[in-house]
């Protein structure tokens, strides 16, 4: 597991509430981050029937995972994720894997529809690029869609850049994007 704390709290200018990040820990977080893969798969899934992507393969590739095969792959050595929480809500997750040589990868970022552009997703990112980071990770990567430009927006605003292909995928609407973790 990552180093650091089991709680990251930040205040953010233009939130009313307080937004909590906790580490998830035990099967009741992981079937909360199972609600939110799904939401988000479900999301997907319609923009992406537009897009010609047949729905099985979105679901098989990206939003298949039982609450139990989440927990064992964010449970691992070098993996981690966190549920961002507002006056004690669960609100939004995202997950981050050790790939080896320096690199840490992002998985799943979700925050609730109601909740966007009100910061929870800047908070998710910041959270989790720390605790990359504390656990020696030079740079930090991801996997988006390119129509997902709210969340585009705010991996640019953090550093991240569009860069090669480092997985195969099904579609043709994948973006591979990464930034330095070095200050």
């Known amino acids: 597991m990552f180093a650091g704390r089991d709680n990251f709290s930040s205040r953010r200018k233009r ?12 099967i009741s977080d992981f079937e909360v981050a199972r609600e939110f893969v ?3 798969g479900a999301w997907d899934t319609d923009i992406n029937s537009g897009a010609g992507m047949p729905f099985h393969d979105v679901v098989a590739a990206y939003f298949g995972a039982s609450p139990q095969d989440l927990m064992a792959k964010f449970s691992e050595d ?8 507002i006056g004690g809500e669960a609100v939004g997750c995202v997950g981050c894997t050790d790939e080896g040589d320096g690199i840490g990868e992002v998985h799943k970022l979700y925050v609730k529809p109601q909740l966007r552009g009100k910061r929870v997703g800047l908070a ?15 740079t930090a990567r991801l996997v988006t869609a390119t129509y ?3 969340a585009i927006a705010l991996y640019r605003g953090l550093g991240f850049e569009e860069c090669e292909p480092f997985d195969p995928v099904p579609d043709r609407i994948t973006m591979f994007m990464q930034c330095s973790l070095v200050r």
């Not at 939130?15 to 035990?26: L, Q, W, Y």
């Open 15 to 26: 939130m009313d509430a307080d937004i909590t990040i906790r580490r998830a820990r035990d």
């Open 38 to 40: 799904s939401a988000l």
């Open 78 to 85: 070098g993996a981690d994720f966190f549920i961002a929480h």
């Open 124 to 138: 998710l990112m910041t959270t989790v690029m720390k605790a990359m980071r504390e656990q020696g990770a030079t």
């Open 148 to 150: 997902m430009n709210e």
